[in-house]
């Protein structure tokens, strides 16, 4: 009995489907009911391989979106020259951190590729060098993270620029959208890394020994007996129990509260502006108003 109810993609808010990599999942539990082993060792393989090759992929676009960063703070910095900014402050030290944790990454991915190069391709091998590409998944994870916030900021500072040099406009959006390409490219390969990882893992954490076993709230085993105990009912549900819950990893509370922090303060000096703006309108109708009635009118008969 196999239940997939747990196993899916989400489209969009009404829409659910099943991935490429998790149809091949699903289908390596029957073969594993077949005997088929090596097929299951075979797509574990895979799904690490191509982790892999994301892995190498990231590395050549986190270069560009280094170089597309170096050319968008050379094209920000002499607008801020003269005069100090919090979001300049916290920008270079995020870039600063974001330039340590890519070198960091660069070094882990030299050293994923050679043990990758070099592991056997059974199944106690691929579990040894799942842990190190599962690990280096998630360290992407964490770098991608660290981009989009860069960018995100970076782009709080053209606003900010923009308002004080108009001049400045044309070269600073460039370079913005630059950046921004970039940081699509490469946070999309880092989220590769990861994506395959964590189905070589699904694989190998529920079935360890490339064995088919009971998992609950998957797949159990089912005798004629038990199918008799529940009138002949085909509904794997009722035989495999529940998968219990899992937690959702990808939620970060802080990068959510610091992305939060900067809606409302983009929020907040617009609020100032339009408020400003209304003010002044209002003096303005207020003078024009009084200037009507002060002035003597011309009467005509």
Not at 27 to 34: A, D, E, F, G, K
Not at 102 to 116: H, R
Not at 132 to 156: M, N
Not at 231 to 240: E, H
């Amino acid at each position: 009995m196999l239940n997939a109810r747990g196993v899916y993609r989400k489209v969009t808010r009404k829409v659910f489907d099943f991935s490429p990599e998790q149809l091949a999942s699903l289908t390596s539990v029957i073969w594993l009911h077949r005997g088929h082993s090596e097929r299951f060792v075979t797509l574990v393989a895979d799904h690490l391989a191509n982790a892999v090759q994301a892995d190498k992929e990231a590395l050549t676009l986190l270069s560009a979106f280094s170089d597309a960063l170096d050319d968008a703070r050379a094209v920000v910095a002499p607008l801020f020259k003269n005069r100090t900014s919090d979001i300049v402050t916290e920008f270079d030290k995020l870039v600063q951190r974001g330039a340590a944790d890519m070198d960091i990454f660069a070094k882990a991915t030299s050293d994923v590729v050679k043990a990758w190069s070099q592991a056997k391709r059974d199944n106690d091998a691929l579990k040894a060098a799942a842990k190190t590409i599962v690990a280096q998944g998630e360290r992407g994870h964490s770098l991608a993270k660290e981009i989009d916030h860069i960018t995100k900021l970076f782009s709080r500072l053209t606003e900010a620029a923009e308002s004080e040099n108009a001049r400045a406009t044309r070269d600073v959006k460039q370079a913005a959208k630059k950046l921004d390409e970039t940081r699509e490219a490469a946070t999309t390969a880092l989220s590769h890394i990861r994506y395959f990882a964590r189905h070589a893992q699904w694989l190998q954490d529920r079935f360890p020994n490339a064995k088919l076993r009971d998992v609950e709230g998957l797949v159990k085993l089912v005798d004629f007996k038990e199918l008799e105990d529940h009138d002949w009912s085909l509904t794997p549900g009722r035989y495999v129990g529940v998968a219990p819950e899992e937690e959702d990893e990808d939620f970060d509370f802080e990068d959510a509260m610091r992305e939060i922090h900067g809606e409302l303060a983009d929020l907040t000096a617009e609020a100032t502006e339009i408020a400003d703006r209304i003010a002044k309108n209002f003096e303005a109708s207020l003078r024009a108003n009084n200037s009507e009635t002060s002035t003597p009118r011309e009467f005509r008969p």
